[in-house]
């Protein structure tokens, strides 16, 4: 088995904390997601989660004005300087304080820093010039008494607007100007949230956190700023005028010249105007404003609120847009695309992330992540879908093509302990605390079926039959497991036996068989359908943890309390084998532990295990950022990944800091309270305001669940941080089949040439190099696939046919791709059947990229054939409309024609009479 497997990407979490991000292009949105950054494209609806992690979480991140360079700086100060071409990182620096914003100037040459009381102005990287260090300090300004919060740079990058918690505004000028060092703004009386310049000019608006807007007219333009060596020059020049001038006059003049330089070239700012948001909100006192942003071409100020609303004004008028509500928690994060039609609005108490579009009222993107943790998944027949539940109740099912959630149900009211797929695909199962199964449908997205109990009880584990007619699950409570009918929704049996709550059911993919895991040291087996009750009890060394069946059906594994893995024939009912994997899985220090992390690792055991598609490895993961692969047969440990090294969460060090330890206990565990939450407004120690039980806490890390994809071809573990994918890396791997010396590339090239097409494809797949077993394939003419098919030995059929699985689908040539994998299917079919089991993942990925392109081929033909259907009725409508005009004017002209004979008969007729 190839253990090459990568981080691919996160789904589960949109965003965490700190500010969010348009490109330039406005056509993607840039996310911190814990101590990882997710780009979303809006343009071709799909994410995509850098490679890139840090130690903390990251809390402010900043983008270059030609969208290459991003610097991303964490909880603890480190500032990583990532490429968004290359997606690494180049460069390190720590600022050892924690940093409140940090912003590019708009001309790209510099970045400041908002770090304590300080701003920091730094030389940008560029291409054109190469520096050894990339943050080279350009100046520093001690502007503020208190934190810095906010930065905002004018449009030519000379002057600087900086806020902070003394609730005072400072103009910083990067240059020396003779009129302008530094200028102060206050009449706020809450610290500056954001402070933004108008396009082209020094004016500016500033709000602050209890919810002030404060609009500032400059008395002088942006062009008006004097350097000190231009005001020599005027100065020199004016004294030889001086020389021949008289007493009078000189007086005169200097009179007038201070005149005007108070009015025209000193810099005072004015107050325009000063707003109360609150008033449009008719919010009560305690709502903050947490977050702004500011168009300058449109002039357009947002504004969010700890309440989950945002106020959108005109400026400089304060004229209200808009006042809408996404949720009932605050808006961390608020920002603009390029054109000014798009905001990007995050949550993180929600884990929230919304693109709006103002102007039309609609969603461009709507994500939200699992309120709480994410507790266990499933993958889909197929591989395409992924769907999670999570301790808020809440089940929601991703695409692991474009990363982003397509439905949520919430009909659960409590906590999700299990999901999984029928056998169809076309359903969803799921268990719950609150007492119920239900059964989502994946096509009219609705709960169809619901599955109580007699009494009420809590269901911890669930399965299904190969055949999708009966589901299976376990009590905490009353430690039976109640058997239902999927098609009527009946309860059909109640299966007693064990003595302890059950932690965990499967059912085996060959036979009608299932098997139950419990805490009282037992497992058993059931033969649900003909002898209606349990078969054996088999004893394991300690309580049992979980229980999964091997896909062949043959064999399953059961995890006990004391960290062994153990292995049991189901037709014998014989343990074949035992791990002991305690010392593997790793044991980190947590804030309230009391011993060392070596008692820990004594304590350690597997609460989630799955097997590879192959059935010869095996997954294993628990309280640990460490999740294990070990081979079955030898039952040896063959890899293990670090899921996380960030220790923003709890669990991740190995030693505790000595430095945070008091005789008082761990200085972390003390909470950090929100700004202008007063002690007032705390009835309880720690406890915050509106909800007695909510109370700050680190988050521990943990995998939930564990699961391979049926193609494979990857992984996906449920953990703190949300849904970790890792896939195999194939642009790194070099894997020869069967590699002889005169099998080069330019050999196989010439046997091509020859025309030698079966022999030059073989010489491909044994080399084993992507491009060049390309260019064979699609060098190959049409006429001649189905004979180099026929004559390709047994032993390349299954190579071929997993790269033209994978291959389907990145290529363009789906119809020439599918040529071969058709072919390849009627010239080897019967072959491939008996070996079914070892070729399971490339069949799954076969099909899991034909309903792909089937659903998007669908989409494309239903839009022309419904535009197709459009166009045709309006030229139907046409042709009714001139064709009803044209029998209009018909009408008319018979009328017309009838009128004229009528007054010519009549006419004749008195001609006759009088003559």
């Not at 909510?694 to 449920?718: D, H, I, M, N, Y």
Request: charged share 20%; proline share 3%.
């Amino acid at each position: 088995m190839k253990l090459s497997f990568k981080f691919s990407n996160l789904l589960g979490t949109v965003y965490r904390k700190g500010n969010i991000l348009f490109s330039p292009d406005g056509n993607s949105v840039i996310s911190p997601v814990g101590n990882r950054i997710t780009i979303f494209d809006l343009k071709n609806n799909k994410s995509e989660t850098l490679p890139i992690e840090s130690r903390y979480n990251f809390t402010s991140i900043a983008l270059a004005p030609n969208g290459c360079i991003l610097i991303a700086v964490n909880e603890a100060g480190e500032a990583s300087l990532c490429s968004l071409i290359s997606k690494t990182v180049l460069h390190q620096h720590n600022f050892r304080r924690p940093i409140k914003d940090i912003q590019f100037s708009p001309n790209g040459r510099f970045f400041a820093v908002a770090k304590e009381n300080n701003v920091l102005v730094y030389q940008a990287p560029c291409s054109h010039r190469r520096v050894y260090n990339p943050f080279a300090l350009e100046r520093v300004f001690h502007a503020a008494y208190s934190e810095t919060t906010c930065i905002d740079w004018t449009s030519d990058s000379r002057v600087m607007a900086v806020g902070s918690k003394d609730m005072s505004t400072k103009i910083c000028a990067l240059e020396r100007f003779s009129n302008l060092s530094i200028y102060t703004l206050g009449s706020h009386t809450g610290s500056i949230v954001g402070c933004f310049f108008d396009e082209n000019s020094l004016d500016l608006c500033t709000v602050s956190r209890n919810g002030q807007l404060c609009v500032w007219e400059c008395s002088v333009d942006l062009d008006a700023l004097t350097l000190p060596t231009e005001q020599t020059e005027q100065q020199q020049k004016d004294s030889d005028d001086e020389d021949s001038m008289s007493e009078a006059k000189k007086r005169k003049l200097d009179e007038e010249k201070d005149e005007t330089d108070d009015k025209t070239n000193k810099v005072y700012y004015k107050r325009r105007a000063k707003v109360y948001l609150k008033d449009s909100l008719k919010a009560e006192s305690s709502v903050m404003l947490t977050s702004a942003a500011y168009h300058r071409k449109s002039q357009i100020l947002v504004t969010g609120f700890s309440n989950g609303s945002f106020l959108l004004q005109e400026m400089p008028d304060c004229i209200l847009i808009h006042s809408l509500s996404i949720s009932e928690q605050d808006i961390s994060a608020v920002a603009f695309n390029c054109t000014g039609d798009w905001i990007a609005l995050g949550s993180s108490h929600m884990g929230q992330l919304v693109v709006w579009e103002w102007q039309s009222e609609s969603f461009v993107l709507k994500q939200q992540g699992h309120f709480n943790t994410m507790s266990c998944l499933a993958y889909s027949p197929d591989g395409q879908y992924i769907v999670t539940g999570g301790d808020d109740g809440k089940v929601k099912v991703w695409n692991t093509s474009t990363g982003f959630c397509l439905v949520t149900f919430t009909e659960h009211e409590s906590g999700v302990s299990e999901v999984t797929f029928t056998q169809s695909g076309k359903a969803i199962l799921s268990a719950s605390l609150d007492g119920t199964v239900r059964a989502f449908d994946l096509q009219r997205y609705r709960n169809f079926r619901t599955f109580t109990s007699p009494q009420r009880t809590q269901f911890f584990c669930l399965a299904v039959d190969p055949s999708g007619e009966i589901v299976c699950a376990g009590s905490q409570d009353t430690f039976e497991i109640f058997v239902w009918s999927l098609q009527t929704g009946r309860l059909l049996e109640v299966l007693s036996g064990h003595e302890a709550p059950i932690s965990g059911i499967s059912f085996s993919p060959s036979q009608a068989v299932l098997v139950s895991a419990s805490w009282d040291k037992t497992v058993r087996v059931w033969d649900v359908f003909e002898s209606k009750g349990s078969r054996e009890a088999l004893p394991v060394t300690s309580d049992a943890l979980t229980v999964q069946f091997r896909p062949d059906g043959q064999e399953f594994a059961v995890s006990t309390l004391d960290g062994q893995i153990l292995f049991f024939d189901i037709n014998t009912s014989v343990q074949t084998g035992s791990i002991e994997g305690r010392n593997d899985l790793g044991a980190g220090r947590r804030d309230t532990d009391l011993v060392t992390a070596k008692k820990l690792q004594g304590s350690q055991a597997f609460t989630t295990l799955c097997y590879s598609t192959d059935g010869e490895s095996i997954l294993a993961g628990g309280r640990s950022k460490n999740v294990c692969i070990y081979h079955v047969r030898e039952q040896l440990l063959m890899k293990k990944f670090e899921i996380t090294s960030n220790h923003s969460l709890d669990g991740v060090d190995d030693f505790l800091n000595r430095r945070k330890m008091t005789e008082f206990g761990n200085i972390a565990l003390i909470e950090e309270r929100d700004e202008g939450q007063t002690s007032s407004s705390i009835s309880l120690p720690g406890v915050r305001k509106g909800d007695m039980s909510s109370r700050a806490f680190k988050p521990e890390v943990r995998v939930s669940s564990l699961q391979f994809s049926p193609t494979g071809r990857a992984w996906s573990a449920a953990t703190t941080e949300g849904l970790l994918i890792y896939s195999l890396d194939h642009n790194l791997l070099f894997d020869p089949f069967q590699l002889e010396a005169n099998i080069t590339p330019a050999a196989i090239r010439k046997t091509l040439e020859e025309k030698k097409h079966s022999k030059a494809l073989i010489m491909a797949l044994r080399l084993n190099e992507q491009p060049l077993l390309v260019e064979i394939l699609e060098k190959t003419p049409f006429e001649n696939v189905e004979l180099v098919c026929y004559s390709l030995p047994h032993v390349y059929v299954e190579k071929l046919l997993d790269f033209l699985g994978n291959k389907l689908e990145t290529s363009q040539h789906i119809e020439f791709y599918l040529t071969w994998i058709h072919q390849l299917l009627l010239s080897h079919g019967s072959t491939l059947k008996s070996r079914s089991t070892s070729i399971l993942g490339a069949l799954h990925t076969l099909q899991k990229n034909l309903t792909k392109w089937n659903e998007d081929l669908g989409k494309i033909c239903n839009h022309n054939k419904y535009t197709s259907q459009y166009l045709i009725s309006l030229w139907k409508n046409q042709q009714n409309k001139t064709q009803s005009s044209i029998e209009e004017g018909d009408i008319e002209d018979e009328i017309l024609i009838s009128r004229t004979e009528f007054d010519m008969s009549e006419e004749s007729l008195h001609s006759d009479c009088t003559w």
